[in-house]
């Protein structure tokens, strides 16, 4: 019985969860609620992982390099993708707002008005990336903050040679070991999703999905076509000259579990595990690559700001010409490095991009009330979003840099 169990393949158990977890919260209703501790437990699982994984892979990533001025051209490559891959998705939202024209003749005088708290300030932000105390950032999880200790900690012993071997060592194995932990993590996973998923659609009901068809069909088209254009048709088969249909393949499982957890930071140890176990990524790569990514790289967000403000825009009936259409795409990707990688985080950053194209902060206030209700099973989606834009760059990198394994990448999956 077990056995049969495990012969399934992970994401098919994920996928049947999710089924199930509708079917189920359709049916029992607020109800759900009560199954919603098993989600929490999943989440806590997946929590826990992600600081001693980024951590410990990190350095021992930066020591297999074997040369530190490598980290430089990774690091401008990365960043450039990122920032590249974010515009397009801005421009892909945008555009589509624009032809659907989602706001028009929308009212929202039925929102209650929310007023959200803005996203840290970006200068405060690339403030924290230095850590008063590595300990403290370990301890808060900071991730950026890691990042830059594990960085300046894999340097020092390569720079020390054979004196750092015994930490070098320990902590090669102990990425060994955390990824073993993670692996087990994600046989739990198809129970937190179903729970997860039920209690979404118990709760607050995907059918809130109907009233606003028009943006709904916008963002849930954007997302597709970002995945589809940017990441499967540009990069992977014109620029990598690989098979989009393996890179998808490859990264569903951290696709179906940012999909139901609805955070890039809970989703990093399954999206590094299928970095370099489907998709060839060396682990230095992944390591590096992936933590910033979800950190600061989301392109389904971007789009879905971007969406969410022209359609405010619409609604007051206020015009925008092609200069609000850049300063749009310009404060988003700005503002989403500043985003955390937590559920609903968008609703905190709109209010920084509908101030810069001149709505009132009680427009703000009602143009976020009006969307918060359905924001989640949007969160799901873009989440997804910004994962498959975290893998689809570090392909990229890993495959510039000579850190790529085609055979692994085209090898059909064992599950
Ligand atoms: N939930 C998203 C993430 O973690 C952020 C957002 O709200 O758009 O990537």
């Not at 070991?177 to 118990?202: D, N, Q, R, S």
């Not at 088209?221 to 249909?245: D, E, F, N, Q, R």
Request: hydrophobic share 55%; with cysteine; glycine share 10%.
């Amino acid at each position: 019985m077990l056995g049969v169990w495990f012969e399934i393949t992970l994401w098919k158990r994920i996928l049947g969860a999710l089924v199930l977890g509708v079917i189920i919260g359709a049916i029992w209703g607020p109800g759900s609620e009560s199954i919603g501790w098993i989600g929490d437990l999943f989440l806590r699982l997946i929590r826990m992982v992600v600081v001693p994984l980024v951590f410990v892979t990190l350095v021992a990533g930066v020591v297999s390099m074997g040369d530190p001025s490598k980290l430089g051209s990774l690091g401008v490559k990365t960043l450039a993708l990122y920032m590249a891959t974010t515009l397009a998705a801005i421009v892909i939202g945008l555009t589509m707002a624009v032809i659907l024209q989602p706001g028009v003749g929308v009212d929202f005088s039925t929102a209650t008005p929310t007023t959200v708290q803005e996203a840290m300030p970006l200068s405060d932000r690339l403030m924290d990336i230095v850590p008063i105390n590595p300990v403290a950032a370990l301890a808060d999880g900071n991730i950026l903050a890691i990042i830059f200790f594990a960085l300046l900690m894999g340097v020092s012993l390569l720079t020390i040679g054979e004196k750092g071997r015994p930490v070098a060592d320990l902590m090669d194995a102990s990425s060994e070991m955390m990824l073993k932990i993670t692996h087990w993590v994600m046989e739990v996973a198809p129970f937190g999703v179903l729970a997860l998923i039920a209690e979404m659609a118990g709760t607050k009901g995907v059918a809130a999905l109907y009233d606003v068809l028009a943006l709904v069909l916008a963002v849930v088209l954007s997302c597709l076509a970002h995945m589809i254009i940017v990441h499967g048709l540009l990069v992977m088969k014109t620029m990598l000259k690989l098979s989009p249909t393996s890179y998808f393949r490859g990264a569903r499982d951290a696709m179906l579990v940012a999909f139901s957890t609805s955070s890039s930071s809970a989703t990093l140890p399954v999206s590094m595990s299928v970095a370099e176990e489907n998709l060839g990524i060396s682990p230095v790569v992944a390591s590096t690559v992936l933590p910033l990514g979800a950190t600061i790289n989301m392109d389904g967000t971007a789009l879905y700001v971007g969406i969410v403000s022209v359609f405010a825009a619409q609604a007051f009936g206020v015009e925008l010409g092609l200069a609000d259409y850049a300063l749009i795409a310009g404060s988003t990707t700005l503002v989403s490095v500043g985003t955390a990688a937590v559920p609903s985080a968008s609703l905190f950053l709109m209010p920084a991009v509908m101030g810069a194209i001149g709505l009132s902060p009680e427009q703000i206030a009602m143009a976020v009330g009006f969307v918060l209700p359905f924001d989640r099973p949007l969160d799901m989606l873009r989440t997804s979003v910004n994962i498959g834009g975290d893998l689809s760059v570090a392909t990229t990198v890993a495959n510039w840099e000579g850190e790529f394994d085609k055979e692994v990448f085209d090898r059909p999956l064992k599950y």
